[in-house]
């Protein structure tokens, strides 16, 4: 039987009829309100995940744990988020496991961090800087209410100050207007032969940032966007894309440490 859902805990409402979601943290004595009505918390507190609820209005929900994914999109936004199409490929190309350590440049709302959080598990380490503090700080209350803070420490810095951490990192992410800034840093502290990935909106940012890698030592670089459409599955209509898609939301940029030829 699947774990109950506890007070403290996000869950997630999923309303089957237009497919809308609603998050918020489960808090004793509290009462969810919405346009489709509102149900107590103590309604949803010790039922099962997946278990269907009812508001006062009879519309039907169910009650989920929110995926790594949902909880990114929920986040209280204080700047533009890396949305989850783009955040599995970069984390994908950060290559990240458990226990290990990243840094990340350019905090904005927390939504990557909690992905980056995540991956590297409760023996890992995110290391996030930006440079300003009130973004760190709704940031923080975002990945608290994903259960996360033990896993993350944050700082302020500006872009092209030396990273405050201690030894070498497994990765290193940079979401920053002047992604170049942040490079020198980033070789100094990362692993030789691991992954720094990055996310910029504009063509001559990216041409910046690449120019930069090239520059600083960093090899196999690789640059692409991401698409994604929907698709409709209906048994009286059949099957046909959806007529909105996400489409451009940035650049994604990957690439690897060398060391100098002179080394090894």
């Given at each position: 039987m699947a774990?109950?859902?506890?007070?403290?805990?996000?869950?997630?409402?999923?309303?089957p009829k237009r497919g809308r979601t609603f998050s918020?943290?489960?808090?004793?004595?509290?009462?969810f309100h919405s346009h489709k009505g509102s149900i107590p918390h103590g309604e949803i507190a010790g039922r099962p995940e997946?278990?269907?609820?009812?508001s006062s209005t009879g519309t039907e929900f169910v009650a989920f744990r929110p995926r790594v994914g949902e909880r990114m999109m929920k986040v209280r936004r204080r700047t533009q988020i890396v949305y989850p199409k783009d955040a599995g490929w970069l984390a994908l190309a950060l290559d990240l496991?458990?226990?290990?350590r990243v840094v990340e440049i350019g905090t904005g709302s927390g939504a990557f961090t909690i992905l980056l959080a995540q991956l590297v598990g409760p023996e890992g380490r995110v290391y996030t800087f930006d440079r300003r503090e009130d973004f760190l700080k709704n940031a923080m209350e975002n990945i608290a209410r994903a259960g996360l803070s033990e896993r993350v420490e944050a700082g302020v810095?500006?872009?092209?100050?030396?990273?405050?951490?201690?030894g070498e990192v497994d990765a290193v992410f940079i979401d920053l207007p002047e992604?170049?800034?942040?490079?020198?840093?980033?070789?100094?502290?990362?692993?030789?032969?691991?992954?720094?990935?990055?996310?910029v909106p504009t063509a001559e940012q990216l041409k910046g940032f690449?120019?930069?890698?090239?520059r600083e030592g960093f090899v196999a670089v690789e640059c692409v966007e991401?698409?994604?459409?929907?698709?409709?599955?209906?048994?009286?209509?059949?099957?046909?894309?959806?007529?909105r898609m996400v489409g451009f939301t940035g650049y994604l940029v990957a690439a690897r440490k060398a060391l100098g030829k002179e080394v090894g």
């Open positions: 774990r109950p859902l506890e007070y403290g805990e996000q869950v997630l409402l999923w309303e918020f943290v489960l808090r004793e004595g509290e009462i997946g278990a269907w609820v009812v496991r458990p226990g290990m810095l500006e872009a092209g100050e030396p990273f405050p951490v201690e992604p170049w800034l942040a490079v020198p840093p980033a070789y100094s502290v990362l692993a030789a032969g691991r992954p720094l990935a990055g996310i690449v120019a930069a890698l090239e991401m698409l994604e459409r929907r698709m409709l599955v209906r048994e009286r209509e059949g099957v046909r894309p959806a007529e």
